[in-house]
């Protein structure tokens, strides 16, 4: 049991490349707290490290760990040479489960995610840090919820101890204030918690910003800048996406005029994304947004949505991914996935994978995540986003995928590539396991399994080749199997039920992709 009133050497880390890849220790031997350093490295700063000694410390420095502020969530931190010089290792978060009975299988799928994830890598944890993050509800108080999660953080330190890696401190986060299940020492963790610092002014966040690094806000936040609208501007834009159904639909399923309507909508992605870059800068992301509908028009958002349907035209459009193009390009595409509103959220799979590849193509590895993940949950067969996620969570090397795109747009520029006739994904080069398992985990020492959507788990199967090609199950009807150029039906734009209103343009991304 850790006695927090104790502490012993201090544990160096490593992994400095970055602050999003921090690294530290936490936990000493038997009977010692220990303390850790945290080492932040920014670009164009030296690196700056923070010894955590306390509960307190290891609290406060979750949200540094993981980029946002975790809500109703269950996290996992990997402890390695812990003989030695120590350092945070892999993250992996799952949401807790509404059902106090689906509780054992969660913790069961986060311990071994992360722990069998670092194996994979070839570095092991050998201790672990626990937390459980939940705000009271109606009536609660934060000693409620950490008496009624103890049972939870139980769990995760039974699967972490069946694996052989022990917990050597097990945090809850409600309220403003933080509880220790492992410390019984009254005078260090009280019963009725401890306050923890106000956000940004502790040693750790003076760390954080030195190096140039800002914690987000939540997850929530971070997922509601690509979710679909619900305000009455949305039935403007299904309405927009009817008529631009209407119209585009018949010529992407004619094999002749199905270039001309790739060229048409790229040729206006451009120009909107010109647009982004020439309006003048926005403080706040939630006025940037609305700044940025405010530059989309319903039929531009509509002809973008049902053309990037389409796996070429959305391929080609990936190559918007680095330089001065890549941000208004990533404003673009969170814009117009919220345009993907009522019957058409499915066909957000496309412009929410474009805003993971691009935040992951400049190093944004969080908000890559949870828009894959969102993408996955529109579409869970939509093989780019697949591949792209499994690739951004195995620490694979982003710059493979850009070589690729760089490589066909070049192409097509001097004209040496038919337009159209691509027979890859442009991801397929990328994710392969390295030979190496420690390359993976010096690219990304992380295993993380963030967000409550099944499509991202912490205990994911070992990774099949990503350039493989699956067959989907289930195909719905206007499919006409691997190699079709295109489905055998046109939605006419009717309205009709969702569950009747099946994306006619995205099948001939999605039956292509399939080969």
Same mark, same amino acid.
């Given at each position: 049991?850790?006695?927090?009133?104790e502490t012993?050497g201090?544990?160096?880390?490593?992994?400095?490349?970055?602050f999003?890849?921090?690294?530290?220790?936490?936990g000493?031997?038997a009977?010692s707290a220990?303390s =850790?350093? =945290?080492?932040?490295?920014?670009?164009?700063? #030296?690196?700056?490290?923070?010894?955590?000694r306390?509960?307190?410390?290891?609290?406060?420095?979750?949200p540094?760990?993981?980029?946002?502020?975790?809500?109703?969530?269950?996290?996992?931190v990997?402890? #390695?040479?812990?003989?030695?010089?120590?350092?945070?290792g892999?993250r992996?978060?799952l949401?807790?489960?509404?059902?106090?009975?689906?509780?054992?299988?969660?913790?069961?799928?986060l311990?071994r995610?992360?722990?069998?994830g670092?194996e994979?890598?070839?570095?092991?944890?050998?201790?672990m840090?626990?937390?459980?993050?939940?705000?009271?509800?109606?009536?609660?108080?934060?000693?409620?919820?950490?008496?009624?999660?103890?049972?939870?953080?139980q769990?995760?330190r039974?699967?972490?101890g069946?694996?052989?890696v022990?917990?050597?401190?097990?945090?809850?986060?409600?309220?403003?204030?933080?509880?220790?299940?492992?410390?019984?020492?009254?005078a260090?963790?009280p019963a009725?918690?401890?306050v923890?610092?106000?956000?940004?002014?502790?040693?750790?966040?003076? =760390?954080a910003?030195?190096?140039?690094?800002?914690?987000?806000?939540?997850?929530?936040e971070?997922?509601?800048?690509?979710?679909?609208w619900?305000?009455s501007? =949305?039935?403007e834009q299904?309405?927009?996406?009817?008529a631009?159904?209407l119209s585009?639909?018949?010529?992407?399923l004619?094999?002749a005029?199905?270039?001309?309507?790739?060229?048409?909508?790229l040729?206006?992605?451009?120009?909107i994304?010109r647009?982004?870059?020439?309006?003048?800068?926005?403080?706040?992301? #939630?006025?940037a947004?609305?700044?940025?509908?405010?530059?989309?028009?319903h039929?531009?958002?509509?002809a973008?949505?049902?053309?990037?349907?389409?796996?070429?035209?959305?391929?080609?459009?990936?190559?918007?991914?680095e330089?001065?193009e890549?941000g208004p390009?990533?404003?673009?595409?969170?814009?117009?996935?919220?345009?993907?509103v009522?019957?058409?959220?499915e #066909?957000a799979?496309?412009?929410?994978?474009?805003?993971g590849?691009?935040a992951?193509?400049?190093g944004?590895?969080?908000?890559?995540?949870e828009a894959?993940?969102?993408?996955l949950?529109?579409d869970?067969d939509y093989?780019?986003?697949?591949?792209?996620h499994?690739?951004?969570?195995?620490?694979?090397?982003?710059?493979?995928v850009?070589?690729?795109?760089?490589?066909?747009?070049a192409?097509?520029?001097r004209g040496?590539?038919?337009?159209?006739?691509a027979?890859?994904?442009?991801g397929?080069?990328?994710?392969?396991a390295?030979?190496?398992p420690?390359s993976?985990?010096?690219?990304r020492?992380a295993?993380q399994?963030?967000g409550d959507?099944?499509a991202?788990?912490?205990a994911?199967a070992?990774?099949t080749?990503?350039?493989?090609?699956?067959?989907?199950r289930?195909?719905p009807?206007?499919h006409?199997?691997?190699?079709?150029?295109?489905?055998?039906?046109?939605?006419?734009?009717?309205?009709?039920?969702?569950?009747?209103r099946?994306?006619?343009?995205r099948?001939c991304?999605?039956?292509?992709?399939?080969?």
């Open positions: 049991m850790t006695n927090h009133s012993a201090p544990f160096e880390s490593g992994e400095n490349r970055d999003s890849g921090v690294g530290s220790g936490a000493g031997g009977g220990g =850790a350093e =945290a080492a932040f490295g920014g670009r164009d700063v #030296h690196d700056a490290q923070v010894t955590l306390t509960p307190a410390e290891l609290a406060d420095a979750l540094y760990l993981l980029g946002y502020r975790p809500e109703d969530s269950m996290v996992l990997a402890l #390695h040479d812990t003989g030695g010089p120590g350092r945070f892999g992996a978060r949401g807790i489960p509404a059902s106090e009975d689906d509780w054992g299988a969660a913790a069961r799928q311990a995610g992360l722990v069998l670092s994979r890598r070839g570095a092991r944890a050998e201790r840090v626990a937390y459980v993050c939940q705000e009271p509800r109606a009536g609660e108080s934060g000693q409620d919820v950490m008496r009624r999660l103890g049972p939870l953080a769990l995760l039974t699967e972490c069946s694996l052989d022990p917990v050597v401190e097990a945090l809850c986060v409600s309220d403003g204030r933080f509880w220790s299940y492992v410390c019984p020492v009254d260090c963790c009725e918690g401890t923890m610092g106000l956000p940004g002014t502790s040693v750790l966040a003076a =760390a910003t030195y190096a140039g690094f800002q914690v987000r806000g939540t997850l929530r971070l997922r509601a800048r690509m979710l679909p619900e305000t501007a =949305a039935l299904e309405i927009a996406l009817d631009a159904g585009l639909v018949p010529r992407i004619e094999e005029s199905r270039e001309e309507v790739a060229e048409e909508t040729d206006l992605a451009e120009r994304i647009r982004f870059a020439e309006a003048p800068p926005v403080s706040g992301t #939630h006025p947004d609305l700044r940025d509908d405010t530059l989309l028009a039929d531009e958002a509509a973008l949505i049902l053309g990037l349907q389409d796996r070429t035209t959305r391929d080609r459009a990936a190559a918007w991914m330089g001065d890549a390009a990533l404003r673009l595409w969170r814009a117009v996935a919220r345009r993907c009522g019957p058409y959220r #066909h799979a496309a412009p929410l994978t474009l805003v590849w691009v992951w193509s400049t944004d590895e969080l908000e890559a995540r894959l993940a969102m993408a949950g529109a869970p093989l780019f986003a697949r591949l792209l499994q690739a951004c969570n195995e620490g694979i090397d982003p710059e493979a850009r070589r690729c795109l760089r490589v066909e747009r192409n097509r520029l040496t590539v038919p337009q159209g006739t027979d890859t994904e442009p397929a080069a990328a994710p392969p390295p030979a190496d420690a993976a985990s010096s690219s020492p295993d399994a963030h959507d099944p991202e788990g912490a994911a070992p990774p080749a990503p350039n493989s090609r699956r067959r989907r289930g195909r009807s206007g006409t199997g691997p190699g079709s150029t295109g489905p055998t039906r046109a939605d006419t734009g009717r309205r009709r039920p969702p569950h009747q099946r994306d006619a343009t099948t991304a999605t039956d292509r992709e399939d080969k």
